[in-house]
């Protein structure tokens, strides 16, 4: 008999616990493991020796399916990056330590790009000091900005809450008579997928929305404002979507630059008031901008089913490929069909992936490089469908939890 | 046989479509009722003649159930102020020309505060002139400030999705192990009925909201930050709840008012950012703010049941209302009970109603003006309870559209 530990790491999803779920679920029913660890606050629990036994926690399949349903990470998550072991092995020594006292023999990371680094780092550490530990990664990120999968467990849940909140802001914003302009900023500082995702509307006959900027085009303040003028030729009320990480004329407008008012103070503002207050300003008319801010990244009440659901097979194959002693890998989708939609799970060597980003693919940006294309729109369109049951206390979700 | 017109007004919520669904079901089945017609744009389709005729846009149930589901106003909106007749009585003399070329002996006009004003003027104005037209008020509004009601339709469903939506934030917020200040901004700008319902999370044993802002209650940013430093004693992660009509320091930070910038630049920020700003300078430690902005009126994916049904059921009695003869009436809820949940509706004279606000009871506020007491929150849990059942389409919910 072994064990094996699990964390969780960077910025939450609304399917990283199902990931979770999947590691404990498939771990729990495979011969030779006992103890099923969960490292608190990323590879943190595991430097500092802090686990809590899933066993104990996840103690029906009642409580297994609420962790699915509940968005961010119960385990706590943590933005650690490893020194390069060549300059300093403290940590490795001491996570090496750790999991040999309590035998654990498979490590599993369900993180994104940079979590990457830490299973490659770790795997590459055990090889070398000739550890038979298994490091395992789990993808995950709203970003959608993993290389070598066709996407990431996370993305497809804040897609469709992207998809559903924008299809709610465009009746909102068609109510008075009047002209109007409603910019909505959406995440992603260098790949704009989760923006793009937005014109899965037009799949069900909607115009709206009318233009949509990426990371990956090139952006002018000036070619944005004459957008919108032609935009409002044909439509009284436009809709645009703005990635974060739209750099306004070579200069980006986020919300840890801001902006410093008349008295000094700063007003953490990201580039959808910087377009609006131009906007209001070059146009006239009425105008809003509108951060979808973290509810695009935890909005569990409406996640995908087919990401929740991927999510937990991603995390369970983890668990069958460390089992057939692969390590430094991280688990991967392979699509193989879009229609029916049929994916395989595989493994990619990790230094593939690791502090890589997989941009927008440019050839799925139109030629004015303000909307997407019908193949950026098929390949959306599958990543959001489905809906998990919710239960609800008090007319609100439960969430699994484990502290107040 | 005769005709009846039914307008929206005011600003969007979730159930105002449920309710014009209440007036046309009701009407349709009312024998002696030929055309339904809607107003485009609230009181403007009146005054210019502009309606569509509802029985050839809602042909089936299927129609009817999907309208009740769909935010905002199918109809459109307005903001459009009757002048008191007896300085200038040409809009009523319009109105009334195009009732009588149309037939219409009743109209019913689903709105707040501002719309109630139009029912007392356009009801008077009638029967000053001995035309007999029924003039009936149907309640809506997410800010629940309407006289004489226990709450307005559109209310509840606003309510569900603040505290969906804040639980998820609280999940987002204590994903890291460092000490952090999350801000939400939640509608109202002279009633904190909808900031106040954020308590609601309490009842599911959510410590958060830790703190709950209302315009009713006297605010001061130094008391504000002490709130702040004592809730972070307890809670590694505190969250606030902030009116955006709570008036610091006795000055207003709202969207219209905004802030301008080091180049001249007007960034139009409400009191959340402010706060955050504050908090900043002031403790120094992570925060957040984030303005739930036009998605709490309108996220009709995770709007309450409760509200729906009654929205409807409210729409149906105000035509029934004017088949008994009533006008210059608003259509109320009376709470007979609250376990089991009752109400019955009743008809409350406009003049107790139209241009006048309820604001949320200090009572129900607790001593240190940061949190409200166990009546509110047994006030609120019945209003939000239920969920109506989404059609999905392309894993997106499917809205009655009549433009594009």
Same mark, same amino acid.
């Given at each position: 008999m072994f064990n094996i530990a699990v964390a969780q790491s960077g910025g939450p999803t609304a399917a990283i616990n199902s990931s979770l779920t999947g590691v404990f679920r498939e771990a729990a029913k495979?011969?030779? %493991? $006992?103890c099923i660890f969960g490292s608190i606050n990323g590879i943190e629990g595991a430097i500092n020796d802090n686990f809590i036994n899933l066993r104990k926690i996840l103690t029906s399949d009642c409580d297994c399916e609420l962790l699915k349903k509940t968005p961010s990470t119960i385990l706590g998550s943590c933005r650690y990056k490893l020194k390069n072991y060549a300059e300093d092995s403290s940590d490795y020594e001491k996570i090496a330590s750790v999991f040999r006292s309590h035998n654990i023999k498979a490590f599993f990371y369900i993180g994104g790009n940079d979590s990457m680094d830490t299973v490659m780092k770790l795997d590459s550490y055990f090889k070398e000091v000739e550890l038979d530990i298994k490091v395992i990664g789990i993808p995950k990120t709203i970003?959608? $900005?993993?290389?070598?999968?066709d996407h990431t467990p996370g993305f497809g849940s804040a897609a469709k809450y992207v998809a559903t909140t924008m299809q709610e802001i465009i009746r909102d914003s068609r109510v008075y008579s009047i002209p109007s302009v409603t910019i909505v900023e959406i995440m992603g500082r260098n790949a704009g997928w989760l923006t793009a995702?937005?014109?899965? /509307?037009h799949a069900n +006959? #909607?115009?709206? &929305?009318h233009l949509i900027y990426l990371p990956e085009s090139k952006f002018s303040a000036e070619r944005f404002l004459e957008d919108i003028k032609n935009a409002q030729k044909k439509y009284r009320a436009v809709i645009a979507a703005v990635s974060e990480g739209v750099l306004c004329n070579d200069k980006q407008y986020n919300t840890a630059s801001g902006v410093i008012d008349a008295f000094g103070h700063k007003y953490l503002s990201g580039i959808g008031k910087y377009l609006e207050s131009m906007v209001l300003e @070059?146009? +006239?008319?009425k105008v809003r901008s509108i951060e979808l801010n973290v509810m695009q990244r935890c909005s569990?009440? %409406?996640? @995908?089913l087919t990401d929740i659901t991927e999510a937990e097979n991603i995390g369970a194959a983890g668990v069958r490929a460390a089992m057939n002693g692969e390590s430094g890998v991280m688990m991967v989708f392979r699509r193989i @069909?879009?229609? &029916?939609y049929r994916v395989e799970i595989l493994s990619s060597d990790i230094s593939a992936v690791a502090n890589h980003e997989k941009t927008f693919p440019? #050839?799925? %940006?139109?030629g004015n490089g303000n909307n997407v294309t019908i193949d950026a729109l098929n390949y959306f369109l &599958? /990543? %959001?469908r489905g809906e998990p049951e919710i239960e609800y206390k008090n007319g609100i979700p439960v969430h699994f939890r484990l502290d107040q």
């Open positions: 495979t011969s030779g %493991i $006992d970003d959608n $900005d993993v290389m070598n999968t995702s937005s014109c899965v /509307l +006959g #909607e115009s709206a &929305p @070059s146009v +006239g008319c569990s009440h %409406i996640a @995908s @069909s879009n229609n &029916p440019t #050839e799925w %940006i139109n &599958p /990543l %959001i």
